[in-house]
């Protein structure tokens, strides 16, 4: 087995592979560096050592649970300053993580699905509403947002968060969006943080997160109280929250744990699926053709029920292949339980690498020359099954994956749809570029939007 791993060509002398870094952009940078140094490479800087797999197959072999296991590090471990116990960020091995995860699980079966479809529906209606009263140029970047956390505020806390019209909540509820927004963004630049400037930069931005750390804590602590005073028997993710047991050790959440849930299902469920509207939104109004096929198939449903949104099968085609060309999250660190050989290369026991998904879902080996063009069709059962060792993990792998994959595919179904039916979509040609924040998301762009006449 060879034991050094290619890396970027340019070694600086203590600094190590310092060229080629991009702060802005380090993993569509790394992904572009794949393109050169192939499925398997490393990076040495300042001390530390980076594994990046980028090859599909290799890919693959990271995700075996026997072998591999997650492993907590970078941005995700930077949440662990504002929500040290909840169920994203806390290890495996602790008991927490399986009682919440047994806890939530029933929140996201179908039958809870369902009942959440008149939520996300509500939203929906206030989207399209906003959408018809304005001068027909969206900003989509605040409308995805906003959305996406309502569908959340309603569905899991059954609250009107007040970011589509006055309510008790809107001030706070936009503040509360913001520091957020505000702490993913630097938990991802403090997680891919180099040694002296990482820890620097971090005390300069400490009184800002504290600040922002306050503001979230204290929004969380208020829907918890106000339910806490006036109990409901909605079947929502709060309710399960506070009064669920779980089934193996006949336990609640501890209720000091119960404000980190709230805070992760907020944080867990707005960026990631906002992201993945912006990008489907961009790729429909770029293509008009792809346009009038999935306004087809949404008029011929019939309706926007509960049944009729899980058969809308073209959006759903275009939702995965924009989570497989863009995935929200990018990329997992994985750590080897044994000693792995990975492409020709030893991997010691305990080791860690970024898989990053970015790349290997885009390869050409697996998925065919194509691999790098938007085409829904490809999603197509028929054409799926001639790409049997395909690489498409946007939602993570084993039993740390995504709890809320059902929900943000419903809800980003519906959405598409309903906007489809209202709306004629255009854009004035800005390409579809992607920020990272922890995330890949499309930097902010202007949506044009036509009423349409016989909806
Ligand atoms: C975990 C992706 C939407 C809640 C994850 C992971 C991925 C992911 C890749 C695993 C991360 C890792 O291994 O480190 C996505 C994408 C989404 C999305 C692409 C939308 C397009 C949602 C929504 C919710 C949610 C809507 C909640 C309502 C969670 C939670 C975890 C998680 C709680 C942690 C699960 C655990 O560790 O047991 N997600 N997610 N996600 N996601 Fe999502």
Redesign the pocket.
């Known amino acids: 087995i060879r034991r050094d791993l290619p890396h970027p060509h340019r070694r600086v002398p203590l600094l190590g592979d310092i060229t080629h870094l991009d702060r802005y952009r380090p993993i569509q940078n790394e992904v572009a560096l794949a393109a050169s140094l192939g499925p398997i490479f490393e990076r040495r800087v300042l001390g530390l050592h980076f594994i990046y797999v980028a090859g599909a197959r290799l890919a693959t072999q990271c995700l075996d649970e026997q072998h591999w296991a997650?492993s907590l590090y970078g941005p995700?471990l930077e949440f662990q300053r504002f929500m040290p116990d909840s169920?994203?960020v806390v290890d495996s091995d602790n008991p927490l993580?399986g009682q919440a995860?047994r806890i939530l699980t029933p929140a996201f079966a179908q039958k809870a699905m369902r009942s959440y479809h008149r939520a996300m529906q509500s939203v929906a209606d206030d989207l399209v509403a906003e959408w018809s009263a304005g001068d027909g140029v969206i900003d989509t970047h605040s409308a995805m947002t906003r959305a996406a956390g309502e569908v959340?505020g309603r569905a899991?806390f059954t609250r009107d968060l007040g970011l589509f019209h006055d309510a008790p909540d809107s001030a706070d509820s936009q503040a509360f969006i913001d520091s957020l927004g505000d702490l993913l963004r630097m938990a991802s630049d403090a997680g891919l943080a180099l040694p002296i400037i990482g820890p620097l930069r971090r005390r300069i931005l400490e009184p800002s997160v504290r600040r922002n750390v306050e503001v979230i804590h204290s929004f969380a602590d208020r829907i918890i109280a106000e339910r806490k005073a006036h109990p409901t028997d909605d079947e929502d993710l709060l309710n399960l929250m506070l009064t669920a047991i779980d089934p193996e050790t006949g336990r609640r959440l501890p209720s000091d744990n119960v404000r980190e849930q709230v805070l992760?299902?907020m944080a867990?469920?707005y960026e990631?699926?906002a992201?993945?509207l912006e990008s489907v939104l961009h790729y429909i109004a770029a293509d008009q053709e792809l346009q009038e096929r999935l306004r087809t198939e949404v008029l011929a449903r019939g309706g926007f029920d509960y049944h009729a949104v899980t058969g809308m099968r073209l959006i759903r085609h275009t939702l995965n292949e924009c989570?497989r060309l863009w995935?929200?999250?990018p990329g997992?660190?994985r750590r080897a339980r044994t000693d792995q050989d990975l492409g020709g290369y030893r991997i010691p026991a305990g080791q860690m690498v970024f898989v990053l998904a970015l790349a290997a879902q885009r390869g050409k080996d697996v998925w065919g020359p194509d691999a790098d063009i938007f085409d829904p069709s490809r999603f197509e059962p028929d054409r799926l099954r001639s790409h049997p060792d395909r690489f498409f993990e946007?939602?993570?792998t084993g039993?740390?994956?995504?709890?809320?994959?059902q929900?943000?595919l419903h809800?980003?179904t519906l959405l598409i749809a309903r906007i489809l039916s209202a709306f004629e979509l255009s854009t004035d040609g800005t390409p579809l570029i992607m920020r990272e924040r922890g995330t890949l998301r499309p930097e902010p762009y202007q949506l044009k939007v036509i009423l349409r006449s016989n909806r």
């Open positions: 997650r995700v169920l994203f993580w995860r959340i899991g992760t299902f867990g469920g990631t699926t992201a993945l989570l995935p929200p999250a997992y660190f946007p939602w993570g039993p740390r994956s995504c709890i809320g994959r929900f943000a809800e980003a």
